[in-house]
């Protein structure tokens, strides 16, 4: 199953107006009170399917407002102040009314509202939940996403928010925030929340939950409340959850600073789904069974209440919080486990990284969410290594000094990627306009190559002259270089910037070799030898070209299903009998014509690793004009079939064998770095 999550603040129409908003600069979030706050109470009826609510919104700015609301709901009762709210226009699935400024403030909105959702669709998986965008309910659980409008609020605009919640008996509620009280009677289930630092939305989640609680102290010396909220099925699960919450709060709180809230959630999805929000997280049923979570995604979803709903990204000029997220939740976890676990990590950005197509790419400065794949090679795995750079360059403990200021100083604001530049210069004194330009601005990646490299004898030993290129446009790197000798491996870094520059080094031992970027820490474009060609090449790059092997039959429709799964676009198809074009191919058939094929046009045959094992296998090659092929093998048709649906998940592997449609080894093949022997 795919992990992928998602940091929330703001989504869909909300968002854009959001990003409008402060990059015309008419806006700023203050550490103080709102100046939109809501007093929500709602009514839910998960089985019904029904919400009947009312809100009162206090506006405390005179400039002209838009209140919106879900088409699908209807209001029963709405006033601005004395007098009523004039007509709606409907924009996609919402409705929206303009409120004119200029009038004495505090201004006070009222409306009543009721409507149903759609059923919850437990069948969803995650990007279609996402992309339902829509208030879903049932008995085993309700999910209301603020994109889809189900209570009213003003567009572009944070808010401070109070919500009372009422359920049938056996049903919890929870929206982000500090549960303020609950009841419970035979008339049913009663919680009020509260958020009083302005907030970018609200989701609702309800279900047949049990809750534990555990409490601990924050580091300022203020008790938090952590629970989960569980369906009964996984209740068991609780206490390993509550520890490794608590766990995750006090290494960010030693290492940032302060936990901005009083709460701490885990809430249970009957969809697999998996969201951050402020004070919670909403991770499917299943997601949570898995036995890796509590080390991976959890802490992640913990460290968003600090970067991302804590510090809100200013997503006009570029999303930082996921990159920065990924750094110190989902890689800092790598180097705790062992330097090659975190080099291993490395090592698959580069690897995603080298295998998209040109045009897939874009600055990081264009990234809000993610949307695709690609948005996230981009917007996480290169926006993490940029971290991992800027460490490299100020050390450790500037860098964590320099977080721990930017935390202080922009917490519930919104903050962009010069605030972050801001924060990094004041801490090391160092200007880093070009660094944070290069990689922000810029969409793509340096490609350097060691252009040559050769020793001579001198007065004291021996002399190595290393000729580094990098092609346009140039950065400014720093350059990590190994030269081995007989006498132990020297590790240099050199300070490349222009397109070609010679570097020489007296060494007393005699040099045997020189290695580009031996443990893969700076971000560039491997080289095609470098990089192990991936299935996903063949699955993004639309120049792809496919040869089906089977001429007909059950094999052929197989095959056909199966090219249009992995490209998910209009195939191009090349004749059996014809040459391939230098551009990646995809082949697809049954053994004895795949090992055929492959002998005809003189390619490599079956690699020994995957040689007479499983049901199917798939593997990539590339071949000597450069371009990759990815070959899928089947026994037979119905081997074939059975890859239909597993196969496009393993677009980050170089071979797959599969049993029926259970993969049974993977892999990818190795990264050989840059070296040059010297003689
Ligand atoms: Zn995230």
Redesign the pocket.
Known sequence: MRII???DVCRGIACILLSLLVSNGAFSAEAGPAEIDYDITVRIDPVARTIEGRSVITASTPEELTLMLGRRFETMHARVDAAPLGPSATTGRMRAWRISGGQPVPRRIVIHWRGEFSALDTSLDHPQTLGRDEPASSSAGTFLPDSSGWYPYIAGKLASYRMSIELPSGQRGIVPGRLVEESESDEGYRASFEFLSPTGGIDLMAGPYKVETSAMRGAGGKSIQLRTYFHPQIADLAPAYLNSVKNYIELYESWIGEYPFTEFSVVSSPTPTGF?MPTLTYLGIEVLRLPFIRSTSLG??VL?NWW?NGVYPDYAHGNW??GL??FMADYAYKERESHDAAREMRRGWLRDFAALSPGQDAPLTTFTSRTHGASQIVG?NKAAMMFLMLRDLLGRETFDRALQAFWREQRFRIASWADLQRAFQAASGQDLHMFFDQWLTRAGAPVVRIAEAGRTRSDSGYRVTVTLEQAAPTYRLRVPVAIRTEGGEELHTLDLESDRQIFTFDMGARPLEVTLDPDLRLFRRLMPDEAPPILRQVMVDRTTTTVLLPEGGEARSAAETLAGKLQNRALKLVSVTDDLPPVPALVIGLQEQVDAWLARHQLPGRPDIIQGKGSAQAWTVRRADGAMLAVVSARDAASLHALIRPLPHYGRQSYVIFDGAKAIRRGAWPTRVQVVKLD
């Open positions: 999550r998602i940091q951050g992640h979803e968003h991302g919080s996921e997220t990924t996480y």
